[in-house]
T-cell receptor
Framework: GAGVSQSPRYKVAKRGQDVALRCDPISGHVSLFWYQQALGQGPEFLTYFQNEAQLDKSGLPSDRFFAERPEGSVSTLKIQRTQQEDSAVYLC???????????FGPGTRLTVT | GDSVTQMEGPVTLSEEAFLTINCTYTATGYPSLFWYVQYPGEGLQLLLKATKADDKGSNKGFEATYRKETTSFHLEKGSVQVSDSAVYFCALSSGNTGKLIFGQGTTLQVKP
């Protein structure tokens, strides 16, 4: 079956631009997570959804970062006024429920110039 | 807060050598522990997991045992292959949401 998909796979943005990153989780998966992976580092948690409810956004680094999952399926991570330090791979993962195995998408590599 | 520490890489081994990648953790409560692998050009994949103390996770010849007394979850394989070359991440699940806390990753390169 289809896994987690993310688009775009690569995004180049000029500093100050807004970007939107999309995640399509595995059908039927209740839980959805966003992680940020800087070069040479492990992924770091950003935010968590259970269906359409955003239950944990403690990892979002600033108020420029915003995530939504309005219908409990597709999720979008939006970064406003991008900065160079936002350059990273953004990973989406979904699971049947929060504590079960997470399946990761291929990631979106964001480069801010 | 919860954290995971992995041995630094890169680790370079010859084919058929024994592999150990050390992982220790700090956590409140009783987290589940995981090893994820990232092959070149691919996404993160779950390699193995253990959900309680003394559990052993195993997959594809890799093993790791959940050691509560030493707060460790070291990854081992008896005989590595070139195809095992990848980046390996140790992780724990934190809290009741299941969010993962990752180590910094260890790059393994296996030479023929």
């Amino acid at each position: 079956g289809a896994g987690v998909s993310q688009s775009p796979r690569y995004k180049v943005a000029k500093r100050g631009q807004d970007v939107a990153l999309r995640c399509d989780p595995i059908s039927g998966h209740v839980s959805l997570f966003w992680y940020q992976q800087a070069l040479g580092q492990g992924p770091e948690f950003l935010t968590y959804f259970q269906n359409e409810a955003q239950l944990d956004k403690s990892g979002l680094p600033s108020d420029r970062f915003f995530a939504e999952r309005p219908e409990g399926s597709v999720s979008t991570l939006k970064i406003q006024r991008t900065q160079q330090e936002d350059s990273a791979v953004y990973l989406c993962a979904s699971s049947l429920r929060g504590v079960s195995e997470q399946y990761f998408g291929p990631g979106t590599r964001l480069t801010v110039t | 807060g919860d954290s995971v520490t992995q041995m630094e890489g890169p680790v370079t081994l010859s084919e058929e050598a024994f592999l150990t990648i050390n992982c220790t953790y700090t956590a409140t409560g009783y987290p589940s522990l995981f090893w994820y692998v990232q092959y070149p050009g691919e996404g993160l994949q779950l390699l193995l997991k253990a959900t309680k103390a003394d559990d052993k996770g195993s997959n594809k010849g890799f093993e790791a045992t959940y050691r509560k007394e030493t707060t460790s979850f070291h990854l081992e394989k008896g005989s590595v292959q070139v195809s095992d070359s990848a980046v390996y991440f140790c992780a724990l699940s934190s809290g009741n949401t299941g969010k993962l806390i990752f180590g910094q990753g260890t790059t393994l390169q296996v030479k023929p």
